[in-house]
C-alpha cells in the first residue's frame, strides 16, 4: 500500500512540474506622460459622476475597494496597475481624487484595455 501511495504522489510530481515552471511573461509596454483627472471607476463609467462635488464619495468608494484611474483629457481611462503581485494602487491615486494628477510610468495596452505602472504622480494644473 506504501508503495503504491508514493508511486502515485511520484508520478503527480512529475506531472505538475511543466505547470509550476510556467512563468508571467511581461507584455510589452512603453514609458509615457499623462496628465489627466483620478475618477472613482465605478461612478463614472456607470453614471457619469466625477469632479469636486464627488470627491467625498471617489474618497470613500477608494478605501472600500473600488478602483480609481485616470481620465485624459482625450477621454482614455487608464486602469492603475503593480507588476508586483498584491500591490494595490489606490493609496497611490487617493490623494488626488477627483483632482488633476500629471502620472509617468509604463502604458501597456491588453485586450483593449489601457494600464499603467506608476513610476512618479503629482498634482497638475
Partial sequence: MLKRILATT?????CALPLAAQGHA?????????????VDLNCNTTNGASGAAHKACAQACAKAGVPLGILASDGTIYLP???KPGDPQNSKLEPFAE?????????????GLH???IKTIAAAT
Fill in 10 to 14: 511520484s508520478v503527480l510530481a512529475l
Fill in 26 to 38: 511581461a507584455t510589452a509596454g512603453n514609458e509615457m506622460t499623462i496628465t489627466g483627472q483620478v
Fill in 81 to 83: 496597475v503593480s507588476s
Fill in 99 to 111: 483632482g488633476k494628477v500629471k502620472v509617468t510610468g509604463m502604458h501597456r495596452m491588453v485586450g
Fill in 115 to 117: 494600464t499603467i505602472e
